[in-house]
């Protein structure tokens, strides 16, 4: 006798009722694994709730298959320059695999770099590296415990725009954008949110975030996780391991180049910066590079010391420390100096000290005057302003011999040398037999760059 269906829909009934019960004691573990290894994609970065039927749809196996597909498109696009097709492939990329950061790395690079230097005007320039920027700060919103992610968001605004051909243009439409997020950042001194207008301010802000997550004990995920996760990228992480020297050099730096552009015509349009402004921006460079040197790395080797193999803690400072470097031990002094001298830390500290100085600011400002006048034909007062400015520089630099002598700038002090002589000789004056820097000449005229 067959059973009627009545009878099959209570055995169906049972059997779905016996296999969920089978399956609750699994969810309970699975969710307490969850939450003891901070595996919830909450725990990773924001939820992007939008994309959830997405993936839900493309299970397991199948979500790696089509992401993949779409990789070879997105080459394909970006091939042929087909760049609309090529943002609209990537996205689903990431709606695919949020936390798969080599995709946000990719295409924010691609817009910021490869299709910006396709376009001939620098406010299409501008706006596509601009894309380029926010697309990888949508990258640190789903992955917030990725330092590289944040690191290459900061390296965008400091390279990107800092350092192209068009920067005094690009630093101006950047200056002039009204979009307020894209211009702030939070403070690491004071915790604050803050709005900037220039671009190494916003560096300075997400290096020193990348930084400040690495020494929170922050990673791509969790602790936990570390040893129990296969990445479906090559490297779990690339910056902040212990032994990042440079990493943690990128604040200083980008400070150092903001405080550099102040005493300058950085930005198209916007007239320098002196006085007290520019020596207080010159202080904060170098209690970055000091807060930068006074970090403990520990040596690469192991020493042999009381039985045990030891590293030793190096400080790239103590290279600028006689006294203190002659306390260190033969393997911390070879570091010490190793490093110092791989970061050029004693050029960068000792230079912030020396544009700090109240002479140092007042020759900067009257350098830029005597430009100013010399590219206007202001001969005459060009003249006034280049010997002024000479003679404070020289004054000086008497406190810097390292910052004195080296040859970055020898070259930037040969230039101004070079255009005094250039006015005096426009104005039919003798060329004096002595005077500051004349030593540089030789070299700055048969300096073609």
Same mark, same amino acid.
């Given at each position: 006798?067959?059973?009627?269906?009545?009878?099959?829909?209570?055995?169906?009934?049972?059997?779905?009722?016996?296999?969920?019960?089978?399956m609750?004691?699994?969810?309970?573990?699975?969710?307490?694994?969850?939450?003891?290894?901070?595996?919830?994609?909450?725990?990773i970065?924001?939820?992007?709730?939008?994309s959830?039927?997405?993936?839900?749809?493309l299970?397991?196996?199948?979500?790696?298959?089509?992401?993949?597909?779409?990789?070879?498109?997105?080459?394909?696009?970006?091939?042929?320059?087909?760049?609309?097709?090529?943002?609209?492939?990537?996205?689903?990329?990431?709606?695919?695999?949020?936390h798969?950061?080599?995709?946000w790395?990719?295409?924010g690079?691609?817009?910021?770099?490869?299709?910006? /230097?396709?376009? #001939?005007?620098?406010?299409?320039? !501008?706006? +596509?590296?601009?894309?380029? %920027?926010?697309? &990888?700060?949508? @990258?640190?919103?789903?992955?917030?415990r990725?330092?590289?992610?944040?690191?290459?968001?900061?390296?965008?605004?400091?390279?990107?725009?800092?350092?192209?051909?068009?920067?005094?243009?690009?630093?101006?439409?950047?200056?002039?954008?009204?979009?307020?997020?894209?211009?702030?950042?939070?403070?690491?001194?004071?915790?604050?949110?803050? /709005?900037?207008? #220039?671009?190494?301010?916003?560096s !300075?802000? +997400?290096?020193?975030?990348? %930084?400040?997550l &690495?020494?929170? @004990?922050?990673?791509?995920?969790?602790?936990?996780?570390?040893?129990?996760?296969?990445?479906?990228?090559?490297?779990?992480q690339?910056?902040?391991?212990?032994?990042?020297?440079?990493?943690r050099?990128?604040?200083?730096?980008?400070?150092?180049?903001?405080?550099?552009?102040?005493?300058?015509?950085s930005?198209?349009?916007?007239?320098?910066?002196?006085?007290?402004?520019?020596?207080?921006?010159?202080q904060?460079?170098?209690?970055?590079?000091?807060?930068?040197g006074?970090?403990?790395?520990?040596?690469h080797?192991?020493?042999?010391?009381?039985?045990?193999?030891?590293?030793?803690?190096?400080?790239?400072?103590?290279?600028?420390?006689?006294?203190?470097?002659?306390?260190?031990?033969?393997?911390?002094?070879?570091?010490?100096?190793?490093?110092?001298?791989?970061?050029?830390?004693?050029?960068?500290?000792?230079?912030?000290?020396?544009?700090?100085?109240?002479?140092?600011?007042?020759?900067?400002?009257?350098?830029?005057?005597?430009?100013?006048?010399?590219?206007?034909?202001?001969?005459?007062?060009?003249?006034?302003?280049?010997?002024?400015?000479?003679?404070?520089?020289?004054?000086?630099?008497?406190?810097?011999?390292?910052?004195?002598?080296?040859?970055?700038?020898q070259?930037?002090?040969?230039?101004?040398?070079?255009?005094?002589?250039?006015?005096?000789?426009q104005l039919?004056?003798?060329?004096?037999?002595?005077?500051?820097?004349?030593?540089l000449?030789?070299?700055?005229?048969?300096?073609?760059?």
């Amino acid at each position: 006798m067959r059973p009627s269906n009545q009878t099959k829909k209570i055995i169906y009934g049972l059997i779905i009722v016996l296999l969920f019960g089978s399956m609750y004691p699994y969810t309970r573990w699975l969710d307490q694994e969850k939450k003891d290894r901070d595996l919830g994609e909450a725990a990773i970065g924001q939820i992007d709730t939008g994309s959830f039927m997405m993936k839900l749809f493309l299970l397991g196996g199948f979500r790696g298959i089509v992401a993949n597909y779409l990789w070879i498109q997105a080459d394909e696009h970006k091939k042929n320059h087909d760049w609309d097709r090529l943002k609209a492939t990537v996205d689903l990329i990431t709606k695919l695999q949020p936390h798969f950061l080599s995709i946000w790395t990719f295409q924010g690079w691609n817009l910021a770099y490869n299709v910006s /230097v396709e376009w #001939d005007a620098p406010e299409d320039k !501008y706006d +596509w590296i601009k894309q380029g %920027i926010k697309f &990888v700060q949508q @990258g640190v919103e789903h992955n917030q415990r990725s330092p590289d992610l944040i690191w290459d968001t900061a390296w965008f605004y400091y390279h990107k725009l800092g350092f192209a051909d068009e920067a005094i243009i690009l630093r101006r439409l950047f200056r002039d954008d009204e979009d307020e997020a894209f211009k702030s950042y939070v403070d690491p001194e004071s915790g604050l949110k803050v /709005v900037k207008n #220039d671009n190494f301010q916003l560096s !300075y802000g +997400w290096f020193s975030r990348a %930084i400040n997550l &690495v020494d929170e @004990g922050g990673t791509r995920l969790a602790s936990g996780t570390s040893d129990s996760i296969e990445y479906i990228d090559p490297s779990p992480q690339r910056k902040g391991r212990a032994d990042d020297i440079a990493f943690r050099s990128m604040p200083a730096h980008a400070q150092t180049h903001y405080a550099a552009g102040l005493e300058k015509m950085s930005i198209a349009g916007v007239e320098a910066t002196f006085g007290e402004v520019a020596k207080a921006e010159w202080q904060r460079a170098l209690r970055e590079w000091e807060k930068f040197g006074r970090f403990t790395f520990m040596s690469h080797n192991e020493i042999l010391r009381d039985g045990k193999l030891v590293k030793d803690p190096i400080q790239l400072d103590d290279a600028t420390n006689s006294e203190k470097f002659k306390t260190l031990s033969e393997n911390a002094q070879y570091w010490t100096d190793r490093w110092a001298s791989q970061m050029n830390y004693r050029y960068w500290k000792e230079r912030s000290m020396a544009e700090a100085t109240q002479l140092g600011v007042a020759a900067r400002q009257l350098f830029y005057e005597g430009t100013k006048a010399y590219k206007t034909g202001d001969f005459a007062q060009a003249a006034d302003k280049f010997k002024e400015g000479l003679a404070v520089w020289q004054e000086n630099l008497r406190d810097f011999p390292l910052y004195a002598n080296d040859e970055l700038n020898q070259k930037d002090t040969g230039l101004v040398v070079k255009r005094y002589v250039r006015v005096l000789r426009q104005l039919g004056e003798p060329v004096p037999e002595v005077f500051p820097f004349k030593d540089l000449l030789a070299a700055a005229e048969a300096d073609t760059t």
